[in-house]
Nanobody, 126 residues
Framework: QVPLVESGGGLVQPEDSLTLSCSTS????????VGWFRQAPGKEREFVGG????????RFADSVKDRFTILRDNAQKKVFLQMNSLKVEDTAVYFC???????????????????WGQGTQVFVSS
């Protein structure tokens, strides 16, 4: 079973909103910090934001912190990335990933995340 599965990507216009989902039901371990990353063509995969295991703390990259929100529903084993006021530069493949070592922190380095989803494409264009 695939540990993490993203969904919800698509084509939107600038200033639109979109919510991505990450299913963590494939993880054999308990709830973990989940991070969201994105990768645009020709660029490095970058940290977008993350949420701790109990949902009590979130952390965001400066480029999105006033526009994006992360929520989680541990009963459903899902984590949501709510994206508002989308910009053309938000176009990328978005990945969710699980950090196993410490459930109370949100690392920004992709090396800290062990399991990854396959990604979902978000395309922002007028």
């Amino acid at each position: 079973q695939v540990p993490l599965v993203e969904s919800g990507g698509g084509l939107v216009q600038p200033e639109d909103s979109l919510t991505l989902s990450c299913s963590t039901s494939g993880l054999a371990v308990g709830t973990n910090t989940v991070g969201w990353f994105r990768q645009a063509p020709g660029k490095e995969r970058e940290f977008v934001g993350g949420i701790t295991s109990n949902g009590g703390y979130t952390r965001f990259a400066d480029s999105v912190k006033d526009r994006f929100t992360i929520l989680r529903d541990n009963a459903q084993k899902k984590v949501f990335l709510q994206m508002n006021s989308l910009k053309v530069e938000d176009t990328a493949v978005y990945f969710c990933a699980a950090h196993l070592r410490d459930p109370w922190t949100v690392p920004t380095s992709k090396q800290e995340y062990v399991y990854w989803g396959q990604g979902t494409q978000v395309f922002v264009s007028s």
